[in-house]
């Protein structure tokens, strides 16, 4: 089973950036779908981007592309996401998904394995 970790959160001013990392060992890292989630307090958990194995195929939620961009380096079993022109709205808790499924996914029950979550809090 693959183990994830995300690292990167912290507190950023609106118009910022960050860039969030997800980490994973145990498993072989080119097999698996990868997927980033948030959920903010009170809020259901909210579907951010997901890329294909390989790394050719990407989707972004419609809330967050042009501003933020998901990628992937297989050879340091590493996942990323770039945020940028970051807003208040973007405040919550960051996950990182895996799953060896064939394509990706925006719906968070494919996927079987999940790292322990980043806060990105950005303020106004």
């Known amino acids: 089973q693959v183990r994830l970790v995300e690292s990167g959160g912290r507190l950023v001013q609106a118009g910022g950036s960050l860039r969030l990392s997800c980490a994973a060992s145990g498993g072989t890292f080119s097999n698996y779908v990868m997927a980033w989630f948030r959920q903010a307090p009170g809020k259901e958990r909210e579907f951010v981007a997901a890329?294909?194995?390989?790394?050719?195929?990407?989707s972004h939620a419609d809330s967050v592309k042009g501003r933020f961009a998901i990628f992937r380096d297989n050879a340091k079993n590493t996942m990323y996401l770039q945020m940028n022109s970051l807003k208040p709205e973007d405040t919550a808790v960051y996950y990182c998904?895996?799953?060896?499924?064939?394509?990706?996914?925006?719906?968070?029950?494919?996927?079987?394995?999940w790292g322990q979550g980043t806060q990105v809090t950005v303020s106004s």
């Open positions: 890329i294909s194995r390989s790394g050719g195929s990407t």
């Open positions: 998904a895996a799953d060896q499924r064939p394509a990706v996914s925006s719906w968070y029950k494919e996927y079987d394995f």
